[in-house]
């Protein structure tokens, strides 16, 4: 009999550490100390980075949405109060900065130029993030099937764009995603469903039966 892929029962164990960690770096942030600042960067730049630009695909402005995002924690780090992790806190910190910066874009920015960049500064953000904190969904991959995966997440409808983002991705779970955007964990499943679904009609007749069957909403075997 098949059962729910969505598996809610995380180690209690590992989750209350993790809390601790999260409230001992809320608590030295809150203090002002170097290395608690150091820490913060350390654990979440590219993390931050990388939900960014695959919520954008913008290199330059993900890399504004970070600097915005890590502003806003700075400054509102005495708002924490461990009700939810610090990485759930930071990622809602970051959808929302996302959204402002789409907002700003197409207000602004479908056709500005950068005069100052050269051909040899243009490095995509595949170039930055090429390291082993590469998903295994990344991993599998080549090139080509890569970039119709871009395309296919840019033509995405944004509210399905981030939960797909969130969870295949980002490999948020279920209840984590719906803390980060604020919604119901029956609208996550659904949100993540559609846009699957979404994506695997965008990728018909493109990819190989596969990757369709990777992005077909399933129950787990």
Not at 79 to 85: D, M
Not at 126 to 140: G, H, I, N, Y
């Amino acid at each position: 009999m098949a059962t729910s892929i969505l598996d809610l029962s995380p180690d209690q164990s590992a989750a209350s550490a993790a809390d601790a960690e999260d409230l001992r770096l809320a608590e030295g942030l809150r203090a002002g100390t170097e290395m608690a600042y150091e820490e913060l960067i350390q654990r979440f730049q590219q993390p931050v980075y990388a939900l960014a630009i695959r919520l954008l695909n913008d290199p330059a402005g993900s890399s504004d949405v970070v600097q915005e995002v890590f502003l806003k924690v700075f400054r509102n780090i005495g708002n924490f109060r461990g009700q939810s992790t610090l990485r759930t806190w930071i990622y809602r910190i970051t959808v929302n900065e996302a959204h402002n910066a789409r907002r700003w874009f197409l207000r602004h920015r479908r056709c500005e130029v950068d005069l100052d960049t050269g051909p040899e500064d243009c490095r995509s953000w595949k170039d930055v993030l090429a390291d082993q904190s590469r998903s295994p969904f990344e991993m599998t991959l080549d090139h080509e099937r890569q970039a119709l995966v871009e395309a296919a997440l840019e033509q995405l409808n944004p509210v399905y764009r981030e939960a797909v983002v969130l969870r295949d991705l980002a490999d948020l779970g279920y209840e984590e995603i719906a803390a980060v955007l604020n919604v119901s964990l029956g609208t996550v499943k659904s949100r993540i469903l559609r846009g699957r679904e979404a994506l695997r009609q965008g990728f018909a007749g493109h990819l190989d039966r596969g990757l369709a069957i990777r992005l077909v909403p399933k129950t787990a075997e």
